[in-house]
């Protein structure tokens, strides 16, 4: 210690005359003075403290937690005495002894008031951390440590704290302290600043702090806000995670805020104007325009026009001549679409869009090229128990009825015309209304029953091929398109039951036309009648035979019996 005072001791000379002038002062143990460094060495720091002998004290007790010396040359310092008079004319003084005596006063204070104080954060130890107040050591648990811990709980260590002490003891040199607490009423403070600041309309900025299937929770700055699934965007959102991470900054308005239960709701979509607002002069009725398809339903498919603005394409609109099940046969989900608008509903927000409409409608096509008369040739799309559908233009089929196939009788459409047949056919019926085409191919040929009356008056024998055999009667086609009936009434004198086994149907069979219908088409025929004529005829001529001769009543009655036993 011989350097440090060097230069200390004074001449006999100036202490007679400090002596003189009464200036040298007297110092006791404990005193507390306030004084000026006047040097810092490798191991003490020189002070004057306004006595005739200079204060020294170490420099460890001017060194802070991060092992900086925290004075200079000129700084002012509260000391206090320890010993009056060293070995080497010094008065020995300690800074630290009395910054802790300040510190315990200030944590005792501290405890009362609960106003925090600064601590440092010096290591990770057993249980949470310790902590510096002012030369105290104090203890920080862990859970008073943070609100929510960091992935790196030590990285709080060698800085610096606000704490609020929980409890001290001096004696026992304990001291634990919160700096949760702090936080938590800082937070608090924070949030009751910003909710009376906080009002309806305002814009302000915040951090995605979660995010569920039905929104985003946004942190203002210590309170929460929900931005709905349905105020993220004018359009349609699948999930809040397709536009937002945790952590992102965002903008947002606040659109509702219930003061009374702190509940505030957001929106995106509200910073910018309303699609609807202008989709009638945007979307004219009429118009063509493009989308994307976004769903599909069993009624329709929902296009997105914009973002916010989607129109729906019923499923009577997306073809002209096919018949869909569901919208999913003809688009799917992400298909661009050409469509037109048919309306805008702004208030209800709708507007019905069309897809077949983008073309001409066929009918409107083959109105134009056909008219009823007309004869055409066309492939045979599909046969049925009920007629053949012909493939007459792109997306329209004309139907021929199996009545209209041929003037005779069909059993069996197939037994005419198989799929992929030309078939020429005319056409009898455009129906434009309920967009029907009928056709027929016997209308190709004259109708068979307007020469019946000429070519089957009543009283002419007429042969034909029965084509079916009924209990009331049998059919006998004459001709194609032309059957006479010849009742179970007109077949014998004799009492018939039924005709069903007697007769066979493509037998060869002669009648006699009794009843001719035109208008009804319908043929009268009896065989009864036929062979009636037949017995007259026989016994005509067996009169003629008997002429000149006698002839007995016996003998015609004989005859007469034996013709009726033939037949």
Do not use: C
Not at 298 to 308: D, I, Q, S, T, Y
């Amino acid at each position: 210690m011989e350097n440090l005072v060097e230069n200390q001791n004074q001449t006999p000379e100036e202490s007679f005359e400090e002596l003189l002038a009464g200036e040298i002062k007297t110092i006791a143990r404990g005193e507390v003075f306030t004084g000026k460094v006047l040097r810092v060495d490798p191991e003490y720091v020189i002070i004057d403290i306004g006595y005739k002998s200079e204060g020294i004290a170490p420099v460890s007790e001017f060194t802070g937690p991060d092992g900086e010396v925290k004075v200079k040359p000129g700084d002012e310092v509260e000391i206090i005495v320890e010993n009056t008079r060293t070995p080497d004319g010094l008065v020995q003084v300690s800074y630290k002894k009395l910054q802790r005596r300040k510190a315990w006063e200030r944590i005792e204070k501290a405890l009362e008031t609960k106003e925090p104080l600064e601590a440092y954060v010096t290591e990770r130890i057993k249980g949470g951390f310790a902590v510096d107040i002012d030369g105290v050591r104090a203890f920080l648990p862990f859970s008073q440590a943070f609100i929510k811990p960091p992935k790196n709980p030590e990285e709080i260590v060698g800085s610096t704290l606000k704490v609020e002490v929980i409890s001290a003891n001096r004696k026992k040199n304990n001291v634990v302290v919160s700096h949760r607490t702090v936080l938590e009423k800082e937070l608090e403070a924070k949030k009751k600043a910003l909710l009376e600041s906080l009002e309806e309309g305002q814009v302000v900025e915040g951090k995605v702090k979660s995010i569920t299937d039905y929104g985003v929770f946004v942190d203002l700055g210590g309170v929460d806000g929900l931005l709905h699934v349905s105020d993220i965007t004018w359009g349609r959102v699948k999930h809040p995670s397709n536009y937002f991470q945790v952590g992102d900054t965002v903008k947002v308005k606040i659109i509702k805020y219930d003061r009374e239960n702190q509940k505030i709701a957001l929106g995106i979509k509200q910073l910018t104007p309303d699609p609807w607002e202008t989709a009638k002069e945007k979307y004219p009725e009429g118009t063509r325009v493009q989308g994307r398809v976004v769903s599909l339903t069993n009624f329709g498919a929902f296009v997105e026009l914009e973002p916010g603005v989607e129109g729906l394409i019923h499923i009577s609109e997306l073809s002209w001549t096919k018949r869909i099940k569901h919208p999913r046969d003809v688009l799917a989900v992400g298909d661009q679409v050409e469509v037109v608008v048919l309306g805008v509903d702004e208030e209800n927000r709708r507007i019905s869009l069309s897809l077949k409409q983008v073309e001409p409608n066929p009918w409107d096509v083959l109105t134009e090229q056909f008219s009823e008369g007309m004869v055409i040739e066309a492939p045979v799309k599909n046969v049925t128990d009920f007629g053949v559908f012909v493939a007459v233009m792109e997306g329209i089929d004309g139907f021929i009825h199996v009545s209209d196939l041929s003037w005779g009788r069909v059993k069996h459409p197939a037994e005419l015309y198989k799929p992929g047949d030309t078939i020429r056919a005319v056409i009898l019926k455009i129906d434009r209304e309920k967009e029907k085409l009928a056709l027929g191919v016997k209308q190709l040929t004259p109708d068979p029953w307007e020469s019946v009356p000429e070519k089957y008056p009543v009283g002419s024998t007429v042969s034909g091929k029965i084509s079916n055999v009924t209990d009331f009667g049998i059919f006998v086609e004459l001709e194609p398109g032309v059957e006479g009936l010849i009742h179970v009434s007109e077949i014998s004198n004799k009492k018939i039951k039924t005709p069903v086994g007697m007769f066979e149907p493509g037998q060869e069979i002669k009648a006699k036309v009794v009843k001719v219908e035109p208008q009804a088409r319908r043929i009268g025929l009896s065989i009864k009648k036929l062979k009636e004529e037949e017995e007259k005829k026989q016994y005509s001529e067996f009169t003629k035979e008997q002429k000149g001769g006698s002839i007995t009543l016996g003998a015609i009655l004989k005859e007469t019996l034996n013709t009726g036993k033939e037949s």
